[in-house]
């Protein structure tokens, strides 16, 4: 089965992804590009628009969400190290 690009919101900026599922890991990078070389910042991580099931909620680090065309992410620097 081939994978269906669909266009997510973070920070209101789009981005085109090709997957089913992203991690909070992959939509702090799409915010904040430099989160790779910087793992012990905390961001809070929100989305709406989700699927029916849970379209609203909170990813936390380790987890990941599906993703739909036109889900909007928040994501927001905690300020914790």
Request: no cysteine.
């Amino acid at each position: 089965m081939e994978k269906k690009k669909v266009t997510i919101v973070v920070n209101g900026s789009p981005h085109e992804v090709e997957k089913e599922k992203i991690s909070y890991a992959e939509v702090v990078t799409l915010a904040f590009p430099d989160y790779p070389q910087h793992p012990e910042r905390t961001y809070s991580v929100t989305y709406k628009r989700g699927h029916g099931e849970k379209p609203t909620g909170t990813l936390s680090p380790g987890s990941n969400v599906n993703v739909k065309d036109g889900m909007e992410f928040k994501v927001k620097h905690t300020g914790q190290s």
